[in-house]
């Protein structure tokens, strides 16, 4: 595959994200690029290498990791960093379990990047208009490479490698029949969403069609509550009786919610005192398993067999020639649609005995009629996601606010902490036009080289990190509504 110049980034990510083909782009935007140089070893440790983490660990150099029964060792960051850097090519930090936030989601990452959040963008630039559903840093060491197994992920990934050299082999989502998934293909939506038998109705942008049909219940339900207190407002013949309607009609949609599946409230009989509770000091919420880990998804196919092998075992899978294979260096990253079957394999480079990523996922797009352009403006047919980002998106662009102020500092020349770390790159032989474009390939490959050995070498500056203060505990959306609902009705 031929990266694209960042320089033609967007419209390259607007075809792709229409023609759900995956795009890779020969180096990081302007809102990215600086974490290859900050995050460290050094860096890391100091910022967070108290978070404990779940990584994964296998049990020799042929095994494969990402698998959801693999077993998992407890160290803090600083202690899994320190023992790849010393060469264990055994373990792998990859998605770790996510608590649930206040408004009833999974939140969208877990600890460990809560702890870098200052550093990067809840969402970089390039992504337009697609909802986040999880931010991942992946970290390992693999001089011989490592394999994450044949699988397809549930959303929409762009991947970026800021340390070592990852290799993709990529089978569209049409060939879901032949991949010899654990769970049998039930659907497979126009935009490449695979759905397993046993998960339910799910839509094509991966939301839940019930819950999709609450919220549109619901939203529709409060706009015609809000015209109806409009007309009575103005006094218009009829309002009174169209505004009690539309109560009532609020009011059912509302008592629906709560008779349905009850897992908004599912063991809470005390709202007072629980509205009273700081969300920091309750009891801790259930954990999401990771995205990536439904087993479902992998393949029971195993490529580092022979050929011959593959075709005895295997007679319907397409082989290994039939795949789309893309080669990741440090430096650039990958855009991969939902539903595209992927093994990575991951090797650190000579000189730095680690590989690192941080990866987004997105939503997968339904609304991709149109083109790329109409595809980026509105991604989602239906406003489901983009309700639930509307509602928890200034609670997560506080906590990045700092990443998108030092981008924007940059730009306008003003001194920032990380400006003598870009100006470090720019120093090095980096050459680029008005647009972004690297017009030397040599030279973006000796920098790429160059950044992945100053990553492991060098440590960084730590910064200052403020949190905001915490969610309200029912969050907004549904869960705010029927709160008050509740509380409306429940005997003082």
């Known amino acids: 595959m031929r990266p694209v110049p960042i320089g033609g980034a967007v419209e390259a990510f607007k075809s792709g994200l229409a023609a759900r083909k995956p795009t890779l782009f020969d180096s990081l935007p302007a809102d990215l690029e600086h974490l290859q140089h900050l995050w460290t070893d050094a860096y890391l440790t100091k910022a967070a290498g108290d978070t404990v983490l779940q990584v994964e660990q296998r049990g020799g150099e042929g095994q494969a990791f990402g698998k959801g029964d693999a077993s998992k060792a407890t160290l803090t960051l600083a202690a899994a960093l320190a023992r790849m850097a010393a060469g264990d090519t055994s373990l792998y930090i990859t998605t770790q379990a996510v608590p649930t936030a206040p408004d009833g989601h999974p939140a969208l990452y877990a600890p460990l990047i809560r702890r870098l959040a200052a550093d990067l963008p809840v969402a970089p630039q390039l992504t337009a208009n697609l909802v ?21 992920d549930y959303h929409d990934n762009l991947y970026v490698l800021l340390r070592g050299r990852k290799r993709f082999r990529l089978y569209p989502p049409s060939q879901a029949p032949r991949m010899y998934t654990v769970g049998r293909p039930a659907v497979v939506h126009p935009n490449g969403r695979i759905v397993f038998r046993g998960q339910g109705d799910i ?16 939203h529709e339900a409060e706009a015609e509550l809000a015209a109806a207190e409009s007309a009575a407002t103005q006094g218009l013949p009829g309002a009174s009786k169209r ?12 008592e629906a919610a709560l008779e349905g599946d009850g897992d908004d409230f599912a063991g809470f009989d005390d709202f007072d005192a629980l509205e009273a509770q700081p969300v920091d000091q309750a009891s801790p919420p259930p954990l999401h398993a990771a995205a990536a880990g439904d087993p479902e998804s992998f393949s029971r196919v195993d490529l580092s067999l022979p050929d011959s092998e593959l075709r005895r075992r295997f007679p319907r899978f397409p082989g290994k020639d039939a795949a789309l294979v893309c080669e990741v260096a440090a430096g650039q990253m990958l855009y991969l649609p939902a539903g595209w079957f992927h093994e990575v ?26 083109g790329g352009a109409a595809a980026a403006a509105k991604p989602y047919r239906s406003g489901y996601w983009p309700a639930v980002w509307e509602g928890r998106r200034a609670e997560y662009e506080a906590r990045h606010r700092k990443a998108t102020g030092q981008q924007q500092g940059q730009q306008q020349g003003e001194a920032q902490p990380l400006a003598a770390v870009q100006g470090d790159a720019a120093r090095s032989g980096r050459k680029r036009k008005a647009g972004g474009e690297v017009t030397d390939a040599a030279a973006a490959a000796t920098v790429q080289h160059q950044d992945a050995l100053r990553a492991c070498r060098h440590g960084g500056s730590m910064r200052q990190q403020t949190l905001p203060r915490s969610y309200g505990l029912f969050g907004v959306g549904r869960r705010q509504h029927l709160h008050r609902f509740v509380m409306l009705r429940t005997p003082r």
């Open 345 to 370: 394999t991951s090797f650190s480079e000579p000189g730095c005995p680690t590989h690192m990523a941080l990866n987004w996922w997105f939503h997968p797009p339904d609304n991709l009629g149109g």
């Open 243 to 254: 505004l009690r309607a539309a109560e009532q009609r609020l009011d059912a949609v509302l």
């Open 132 to 152: 986040p559903q999880s931010i991942n840093l992946w970290c390992g060491a693999a001089t011989q490479g490592s394999s994450s197994g044949l699988h397809c």
């Open 203 to 218: 839509q094509a942008d991966g939301s839940e069609a019930g819950d999709a049909a609450r919220w549109l219940a619901r």
